[in-house]
């Protein structure tokens, strides 16, 4: 299961996407984070680098 991405939390600061091993992160039109639910594979990295816990794993 893809992590889940709080829209209303997210700055946009871009932090997970560089952590991300599989590159399932980047940033949409509007500057906040999105995730490719093919490439995520739940590792968690990206849930401890959001500095404003704007990702969980469900």
Known sequence: MPVTIDKDLCIGC???TGVCPVEALSLDDEGKSQCDGDLCI????CVGTCP???ISLD
């Open 14 to 16: 871009g932090a997970c």
């Open 42 to 45: 739940s590792c968690g990295t």
């Open 52 to 54: 404003v816990e704007a």
